[in-house]
């Protein structure tokens, strides 16, 4: 049996993600009527958006009258590191983004059987615009977002490398145009 999720430590809070998961996979409405890839797209901190950036669409291929998910994992090895993320997001009305994200990142052995694991937690509203059909318009798609972010390995190295807290709140201002 494959996992959902990789990752070196596995418990309830691996099984609630992988639940999550899950529930985003099978939600009725999951499929949607958008344009495949303007909300299907996730970014590592569990957004919709590209890689590292969230974008200011919202999750899911929901219309405004639908909801949608989106859901992923991702591993990646450069070197002797190795990052495991995974995540889901809804999309409601396509006007609202609720997304989740577990980070694992392991250090490898610049410091052997430790890594660094944070949970995202995220909220983003679309203002105004939409990427794809406001083509005769020259405003983006414009969504306000919020990350929630909980360090789960806080007291080793964080507090070492001089981190001050174990949380902390992203705010950011999101644009996307497609031409």
Known sequence: MLPICPSRQRGPRHARVAGLVLAALVLPAAAGDRLLGTGGVMQVEGAAGGGLVPWGVIAGLGTDRQTGASAFCTRTEPDD???????????????????????DFDLGTTVPGESIRQDVWGLKLRLLGDAVFDQDRWWPQLALGLQYKQNRDYDFVPALLGARDDSGIDVYLAATKVY
């Open 81 to 103: 590191f190795q990052l495991d993320v995974c995540g889901a997001a809804v999309g409601i009305r396509d006007r609202v983004e609720l997304s989740f994200a577990r980070q």
